[in-house]
């Protein structure tokens, strides 16, 4: 058995490489291509639309520049940024915190109405929330949440995705520790943060990923939520650069490019997390 | 679990805080949050959405009007939207379930070098939002010979084309860009899945001479049948629910003949720019038969499958 793959290992893994190169290649060209296009004049855009054409003599920071320098309608950018990273930062952090709780709950005690609550998780996970949309936006008028940062975080920060993941999750750990906590005197709470949330960090790593990622490119409730410049997020920001009159394309693309990046990082910082934390949580229906 | 809670008393020396030590209540205390949740920002809205689509919601004034909401709906509008939601859905099944669940199965294989290299990169395109999407694809699919899916075409000797003004070109349009965001996410899911599976399984059909094909179609798929249905279901999910792509293809403008309508598009359009909360509420209902019908559906379809294993 192990002879035989030796000579077939080269051929196919050879065209495997190949494939995926050329698939990776592809997926990574839109955003080249939004790099690319980031350090050329709009006026070129204008002509020619999206290109590859690689012109060192057209290419500059200037519409980088001028998002720096904050002119006229791009003056709001730095605040949408950071009004973002406060929206995200709270967000994961409040929903990384409760889901697990909810999860942790659901999967490790055996209680009255554990599958009832547990059903209501995957009911909430299967209809769209885009179907209460009208009566959750009148809801957040009559709780005076409009136009502020726990307006778009508090109905959603209870998700059921992550809710669902650390409930797996928790199914999977030892029991033992549970017994072993209380005979040393700490209570449920206690055992939670002190035993539980420590070996549940693989899945911690993957949901701030899932999380972060939900948050900064948040568009439709933020949308419907804020109501003035100032406190737009990044995503909203961006697109009211996106006019039917017109786009602001210098601060659009810059914008874009610049608006890419955190989530980018983090990403590229707890990506192993990610990947492992899907797989050992992973749905295994 | 009786027994647990009589131990508990003579365990605890110190009974200090009753209430956070209590086993009984402990489960309660953590799941309150989703209960609260729940009731307030789900349950709640739920119920206000099904009393809104039989009102007329006007400021300052509500009149119950029966059923017009809903007889309102048989209109070219509601049509065109649940046709594009529909259209988009299925496509997007055809697409984005095979094609991920192969590359999974390619990029698991022993075979396969740099796997780990590939499956982030392949799930970096995820990471970007719908906006900043929108905005590059707007720009891809461009009318001006220039653009790059133009540039393409040429090469073949195709004229340029008006991607967004015709239904079939904006709904390729709209399927690159769910591709282009999905792939990996739905890749990373599968191949979760595929490492749970026991890899003696594989072994014992080798011994039995099974091939490449026998093993995929024999053990790999049947396998993966509860990731597949998990998949199925979101992207049902999904496909409904879509709204921002096209807003932003369009760029926040209705798109001619209405080509880029999706429901949730429609009912943004009649809560947030006719304020008309009562109609808007009517179509959110009937996306919510919808997504029951076809999840039934679904659900039967797939659990059929499993009696005849």
């Known amino acids: 058995m192990e002879t035989a793959p030796r000579k077939k290992f080269t051929a196919s893994s050879l065209l495997l490489l190949v494939l995926f190169t050329i698939l990776a290649v592809l997926m990574l060209f839109p955003l080249y291509a939004l790099f690319l296009a980031s350090l050329k004049p709009a006026s070129e855009l204008f002509r020619y639309g999206l290109n590859v054409r690689l012109d060192f003599d057209l290419m500059s920071l200037d519409n980088y520049r001028s998002i720096f320098a904050g002119k006229g309608e791009a003056g709001h950018y730095f605040q949408w940024y950071s009004n973002s990273v406060i929206i995200t930062v709270l967000f994961t952090v409040l929903s990384l915190l409760l889901s697990s709780m909810v999860g942790y709950g659901l999967g490790m005690y055996r209680f009255k109405g554990r599958s009832l609550i547990f059903t209501l998780v995957l009911v909430v996970m299967m209809i769209p929330v885009e179907i209460i949309l009208l009566p959750l936006y009148k809801l957040t008028v009559s709780l005076k949440l409009i136009n502020s940062v726990w307006g778009i975080i508090l109905p959603f920060m209870v998700a059921p995705l992550p809710i669902f993941f650390f409930r797996q999750f928790a199914l999977g750990l030892p029991k033992d520790f549970m017994d072993a906590g209380r005979i040393d005197g700490c209570t449920e709470i206690g055992i939670f943060f002190r035993i539980m949330v420590p070996l549940m960090a693989p899945a911690y790593g993957a949901i701030t990923i899932l999380q972060a990622m939900n948050s900064w490119n948040n568009f439709l409730w933020p949308l419907i939520v804020l109501r003035t410049t100032d406190k737009f997020t990044l995503p909203i920001g961006l697109a009211s650069f996106v006019t039917p009159l017109g786009s602001n394309y210098e601060a659009l693309i810059s914008g874009a490019v610049l608006a890419i990046l955190p989530i980018l990082v983090l990403f590229l910082f707890f990506q192993r997390y990610f990947i492992e934390g899907l797989t050992v949580g992973g749905v295994k229906g | ?309």
Request: proline content about 5%.
């Open chain 2, 1 to 309: 679990m009786q027994q647990q809670i009589n131990r508990e008393p003579a365990l605890a020396s110190k009974p200090r805080n009753r209430l956070a030590n209590s086993q009984a209540l402990a489960p309660y205390l953590f799941v309150l949050p989703f209960i609260i949740s729940f009731l307030l920002f789900f349950a709640y809205p739920l119920i206000n959405a099904i009393i809104m689509s039989f009102q007329s919601v006007l400021p300052g004034e509500v009149t119950f009007v029966g059923l017009d909401n809903y007889r309102e709906l048989w209109n070219t509008d509601f049509a065109d939207a649940l046709y594009n939601s529909s259209r988009y859905t299925l496509f997007t099944l055809v697409l984005l379930i095979p094609v991920p669940l192969l590359l999974a199965v390619m990029l698991n294989s022993k075979k396969m070098p740099f796997s780990n290299f590939f499956r982030s990169t392949l799930f970096i395109p995820a990471l970007t939002s719908v906006v900043v999407a929108g905005v590059v694809f707007r720009m891809i699919f461009g009318e001006l010979d220039g653009a790059l899916m133009n540039s393409f075409l040429h090469l073949f000797g195709i004229s340029s084309q008006r991607w967004l003004y015709s239904s079939e070109l904006s709904m390729f349009a709209l399927l690159v860009l769910a591709s282009w965001r999905w792939i990996g996410i739905n890749i990373l899911y599968f191949l979760s899945a595929l490492q749970n599976i026991p890899s003696d399984l594989y072994e014992a059909a080798d011994i039995d001479g099974a091939g490449t094909r026998t093993k995929f179609m024999r053990i790999t798929v049947p396998l993966l049948k509860p990731i597949t249905v998990y998949v199925l279901t979101i992207s049902i999910y999904g496909g409904y629910a879509m709204f921002t792509e096209s807003y932003m293809l369009w760029a926040g403008k209705p798109s001619p003949q209405n080509i880029g309508l999706t429901i949730v598009g429609y009912i943004y359009q009649q809560g947030f720019q006719y304020f008309n909360l009562g109609f808007g509420s009517a179509i959110g209902i009937t996306l919510l038969g919808i997504t029951l019908v076809v999840s039934m559906l679904q659900l039967i379809l797939t659990g059929m499958f499993k009696k005849e294993e």
